[in-house]
């Protein structure tokens, strides 16, 4: 438009969201849709939380409609410091805890606290397009770090690390969009290459609960161990994303003040009728239970999905087979673009998300990511034996 020379450098280095045009294509009712990252609404418990918005609106009337404090809810962030201490053995007190409008406002306002212009950032590749979306808006370097069956490749992290680089943004578990997790040798190399550095590592961990075989839970690399980490959690997964509740644990409570102040400049506290009902959510109901159920539920979706490219694909086509989460990863024959594929795709309507905007700077990679949570098992075969006919063809 005529307002283009208005535009700050900031939003002109930003990539537009390819969220976005994914969503409407999900919406035509038409499509198979592998291509969004929504949880199965199913999973939403919304009977529970309408027993639960009625109680708060008694029980605490004009709180839940009044300004409140940044930090956020104390009652909410003590619950989320007694369930990671007892689950991962942390020492958090509510003070190491910051609500913040879902986890993708996390990844805004950490970048917005560390990054000036041309400063590095190290995050995996490929690597959440949201969080690459948030961090480019302050304009960093990025350095992109190979991600392997085991995790991090430790070798090209300790380049990486050569260069001025103020964080590095992993996804240690079920990992947003490859489904690939880091295992425990990884993380303790990670660790000990970190020990030494002032660097802040963030751990997004949107899916860690979601391992569908329950049981349990590999340490955190930072969380716990290393004093500059900052660990990301939020209720999108297992509760509801429409509500936005996430949060930020952090040891270094200097460091979270500090994104505590970003946080006012930006919205002044996460939506606070929000955080009453997660919580009062929590504290009536056996959140575990709910979270088996999703597990046990992704776990079949999943398996829909790779026993169905077990039969449709063909031998050259490769694909993750995830433990846990909401997406798998698939490689197509070198020199194949997923992107050239996607308007075919849709023509047999069936969506997928061509794996370009999870790297940076990269376009027609022979790589897709494919979300299994928002099809029911017959829909997943059908869907997958139209992209086989597509794949068969190239
Ligand atoms: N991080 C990762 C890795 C994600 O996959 C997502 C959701 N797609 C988010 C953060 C943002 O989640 P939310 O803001 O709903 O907590």
Redesign the pocket.
């Known amino acids: 438009s005529s307002m283009e020379h208005l535009l700050s450098e900031r939003i002109k280095s930003t990539p537009p969201s390819f969220?976005r045009s994914i969503l409407k294509t999900a919406a035509d009712p038409q499509i198979i849709s592998f291509a969004g990252?929504l949880p199965n609404p199913v999973s939403f418990p919304q009977e529970e939380l309408l027993v639960s918005m009625e109680r708060i609106v008694r029980d605490y009337g004009s709180s839940l409609f009044q300004y409140s404090i940044t930090a956020g809810l104390p009652e909410l962030r003590q619950y989320i410091a007694d369930r990671y201490n007892r689950r991962f053995g942390l020492k958090l007190g509510i003070e190491n805890i910051l609500i913040?409008?879902?986890?993708?406002?996390?990844?805004d306002l950490i970048s917005k606290v560390l990054l000036n212009t041309g400063d590095g950032v190290i995050v995996e590749k490929p690597?959440?397009l949201?969080?690459i979306q948030a961090f480019s808006q302050y304009q960093p370097v990025f350095y992109p770090v190979e991600l392997t069956e085991e995790g991090m490749d430790i070798e090209q992290l300790k380049d990486a690390l050569k260069h001025d680089v103020k964080f590095i943004y992993a996804?240690p578990d079920f990992?947003?969009?490859t489904g690939l997790s880091y295992c425990a040798e990884n993380r303790a190399c990670i660790r000990e290459v970190l020990r030494e550095r002032e660097i802040v590592l963030v751990e997004?961990?949107?899916?860690g609960e979601l391992r569908f075989d329950g049981g349990g839970r590999i340490p955190y690399i930072g969380a716990g161990q290393l004093p500059g980490s900052i660990l990301?959690?939020?209720?999108?997964?297992t509760v509801t994303?429409g509500m936005?509740?996430?949060f930020m644990i952090c040891a270094d409570t200097e460091l979270l003040k500090h994104i505590s102040v970003a946080k006012e400049a930006s919205d002044l506290h996460t939506n606070i009728f929000s955080q009453y009902l997660i919580w009062d959510y929590l504290m009536h109901n056996d959140y575990d239970a709910h979270i088996d159920q999703i597990r046990q539920l992704y776990k079949e979706q999943a398996q829909a999905m790779t026993e169905a490219m077990d039969r449709y694909f063909p031998e050259t086509v490769r694909y993750t087979r995830p433990r846990g989460g909401?997406?798998l990863w698939v490689t197509l024959p070198e020199g194949v673009s997923a992107l050239s594929l996607f308007p075919k795709a849709l023509e047999k309507k069936v969506a997928f998300v061509p794996g370009d905007p999870f790297y940076i700077n990269m376009t027609d990679t022979n790589t897709m990511r494919l979300n299994f949570t928002n099809a029911d098992c017959s829909m997943i075969d059908e869907g997958i034996r139209r992209l086989g006919e597509l794949l068969r063809e190239i």
């Open positions: 969220i990252g913040t409008t879902g986890s993708q406002q996390a990844l690597s959440y949201g969080a996804i990992q947003n969009p997004d961990d949107p899916y990301l959690g939020t209720f999108s997964k994303p936005r509740t996430g909401m997406f």
